[in-house]
């Protein structure tokens, strides 16, 4: 079955400590991005990717780091200087951020930090 | 500021009513339209796109004013099943990423 993985589904961790979250998708589309979703807001985005080796800034990018070594992977790395980390983080991808194609999303990893 | 506003609500309707929900955003070049549904504690999952001649899908009516840049989601003999929250998206243009409203919340009781 094609998709969009994310795992694990819940992550914890402490405080001062960076954390990897996996996104995989098999559905050969180009754009990839990360969001994160605090309760009672909206979709926030951290980064996205229009193709394999390259990515740029959302809007909330700041003690976030992302890469794009492959197609089918966009990995987001929640580092020690993000102040809030602790929230629901989404990753999507469609099948070009060229034009006006839906965004798919994974199931989401819920990390919380204390 | 880019937004895209909506009622957070809730909107509590009995089963069979119609409710709307109305969008608004602020781009007036933007160029894709689409809304989806958020269950609780999942992931948002398309529930259709927006065109400029409205389309439906369903139970299920959406419409684009571009002249009044809103958007909206008509759903006629209301579930339980649809209770969740929907939420309004826009693409400003080609090469960005979507723009999500903050959802309204609908509540569909027996």
């Known amino acids: 079955d094609g998709g969009i993985t994310q795992s694990p589904k819940y992550l914890f961790r402490k405080e001062g400590q960076n954390v990897t979250l996996s996104c995989e998708q098999n559905?050969?589309?180009?754009?990839m991005y990360w969001y994160r979703q605090d309760p009672g807001q909206g979709l926030r985005l951290i980064y996205y990717?229009?193709?394999?080796?390259?990515?740029q800034k959302g809007d909330i990018a700041e003690g976030y780091s992302v890469s794009r070594e492959k197609k089918e992977s966009f990995p987001l790395t929640v580092t020690s200087a993000q102040k809030n980390p602790t929230a629901f983080y989404l990753c999507?991808?469609?099948?070009?951020?060229?034009?006006?194609?839906?965004?798919?999303f994974g199931p989401g990893t819920r990390l919380t930090v204390t | 500021r880019k937004e895209v506003e909506q009622d957070p609500g809730p909107f509590n309707v009995p089963e069979g009513a119609t409710v709307a929900f109305n969008c608004t955003y602020s781009?007036?070049?933007?160029?894709?339209f689409f809304w989806y549904r958020q269950d609780c504690r999942k992931e948002p999952k398309l529930l259709m796109s927006?065109?400029?001649s409205g389309n439906e899908d369903g139970r299920f009516t959406a419409q684009l004013n571009r002249a009044s840049q809103y958007i909206s989601l008509l759903i006629r003999d209301s579930k339980l099943s649809d209770s969740a929250t929907y939420l309004c998206?826009?693409?400003?243009?080609?090469?960005?990423?979507?723009?999500f409203g903050k959802g309204t919340t609908l509540s569909v009781s027996s």
């Open positions: 999507a991808s469609a099948r070009s951020g060229l034009s006006s194609y839906e965004q798919y």
């Open positions: 990717s229009q193709i394999v080796n390259d990515f």
């Open positions: 998206v826009v693409k400003w243009q080609a090469g960005t990423a979507l723009i």
């Open positions: 559905l050969n589309h180009d754009a």
């Open positions: 781009n007036s070049a933007s160029q894709s």
């Open positions: 927006v065109y400029s």
